[in-house]
């Protein structure tokens, strides 16, 4: 979500760092949230960002975006109300450190240096990982912690699918029945 914020600031021509003016066009659109044929969706002034989410500008500016404590505070309870819709999986570098508290089942999902650099390329995404997690564990709202109950899997030799399988394991392990019912 805070892609979209980032991406709504490079449209509307804001300075990423302009914390005042960032938090001002929050009231000033038309947010919508919700979930569609189990896929959450975000609608601004009635136009979904999907498209733009990925852009460069919205890589570079999304740390400075996602460490204003008004857009947190705008953005955290509509997080949550994802949850009150349906059952959620959702990533975010503070979902279970912030967002979810609370919730039993919490993975922090990392691999090696190199590996997500290669997997961003990989995607056509050019950022740089070793700022941004300075940047994002350095803030002082919602830093990037790894929650003290989360389960750490390292990534780095396993693919998307050996990732789902390990989730879906420790899920096992921790009784979640849905987890034993077979991938589709």
């Known amino acids: 979500m805070y892609r979209t914020v980032a991406w709504l600031a490079h449209l509307r021509k804001l300075n990423p760092n302009d914390d005042v003016g960032v938090s001002r066009q929050l009231g000033a659109v038309a947010f919508q949230f919700g979930i569609t044929n189990k896929e959450s969706f975000i609608l601004i002034d009635g136009e979904k960002p999907d498209q733009h989410l990925k852009e460069e500008v919205v890589n570079r500016t999304v740390s400075a975006i996602s460490a204003i404590p008004e857009v947190r505070a705008f953005l955290l309870p509509h997080l949550r109300g994802f949850a009150r819709l349906d059952n959620i999986v959702m990533e975010g570098r503070d979902i279970g450190s912030t967002v979810f508290p609370e919730t039993p089942f919490k993975f922090y999902i990392d691999a090696a240096p190199e590996v997500r650099a290669r997997r961003r390329a990989a995607q056509g995404l050019k950022d740089n990982l070793a700022h941004r997690d300075r940047a994002d564990s350095s803030r002082r709202s919602s830093p990037l912690v790894i929650a003290d ?28 029945a849905a987890a034993s019912k077979s991938r589709q």
């Open 149 to 176: 109950d989360a389960e750490v899997i390292d990534s780095s030799s396993l693919s998307v699918a050996g990732v789902i399988d390990e989730v879906l394991n420790r899920l096992r392990q921790k009784g979640l």
